[in-house]
């Protein structure tokens, strides 16, 4: 045998059993709890961005939801920057590279002047981007191996629906949204809330710590006035009341997750 086929064989013997030592590794990557941040923070921007859209459409200024929106795409492309730059398993990373596609599909509606119509089918691309990624959080919770990161997920998930609530409401104020597709999407929110709420209620107090519970009960005295406001069918709409509401408790939900990560660290 020649010198070079015994180089060959040796280099194929070589990589034959490097190689599962590759796959294996790739396997062992872990997502971490600054993953977990990233991508909830970018599900809650989605909704942030369709709200502020109709508000544009609206013509409302004094909140200046032009300014708003360009703060909250800055910040949803760099955190999408920020998580593709981590080192993720090939299959969550295929999970990203789908939702790197919906947020291509949902940008090129954010290049249009506003209207009711572009307003409808930008929360269409909103609502399948924002689905996708609430699915991708869990996903990234779950890989990091530890249980207290789904919960920081489900708190970051009630927020994300207070978002989205505020979002259709100015749509629907604004006349974007017709009353059966409106309540319709109302009556699936609150549920999704109440039944998130609930869980993180009865979760055991290791992985939800009571003062968390506690933070957790003042922001669902707040959603109530949301809950109240999108179930009225009074005509009378309030959208930049809504809005300023949806920040505050944006804000509160963001010192809850701090202080949930602190816990869990």
Avoid at 80 to 97: A, D, G, I, P, R
């Amino acid at each position: 045998m020649s010198n070079e086929k015994m180089y060959k064989g040796f280099r194929a013997s070589l990589l034959s059993m490097l190689l599962p030592l590759f796959v294996v590794a790739e396997g062992n990557v872990r997502a971490n709890a600054e993953d977990v941040h990233d991508i909830i923070d970018i599900c809650t921007a989605s909704e942030k961005i369709m709200k502020d859209y109709a508000l544009i459409g609206m013509k409302i200024t004094y909140h200046n939801p032009q300014k708003a929106l360009d703060e909250t795409l800055k910040h949803l492309k760099q955190e999408m920057k920020h998580l593709e730059k981590h080192k993720l398993s090939k299959k969550l990373h295929n999970e990203e590279l789908k939702l790197h596609k919906e947020w291509a599909k949902m940008e090129e509606n954010l290049t249009k002047t506003p209207t009711k119509e572009s307003a409808l089918a930008l929360h269409n691309r909103v609502n399948t981007f924002a689905e996708h990624c609430e699915v991708l959080a869990e996903h990234l919770a779950k890989d990091t191996g530890n249980m207290a990161e789904h919960y920081v997920v489900e708190i970051a998930r009630l927020n994300l629906d207070v978002q989205e609530l505020a979002a259709i409401y100015v749509m629907k104020a604004w006349g974007a949204m017709g009353d059966d597709a409106y309540y319709e999407e109302v009556k699936h929110i609150l549920h999704d809330y109440i039944k998130t709420y609930d869980d993180l209620m009865a979760a055991d107090g290791k992985m939800v710590s009571s003062n968390v519970k506690k933070h957790l009960k003042v922001l669902k005295k707040h959603f109530m006035i949301f809950e109240f406001m999108a179930e009225s069918r009074s005509g009378r709409y309030v959208p930049l009341l809504i809005a300023k509401k949806a920040e505050k408790i944006n804000k509160e939900t963001k010192n809850i997750l701090e202080e949930e990560e602190r816990e869990v660290e």
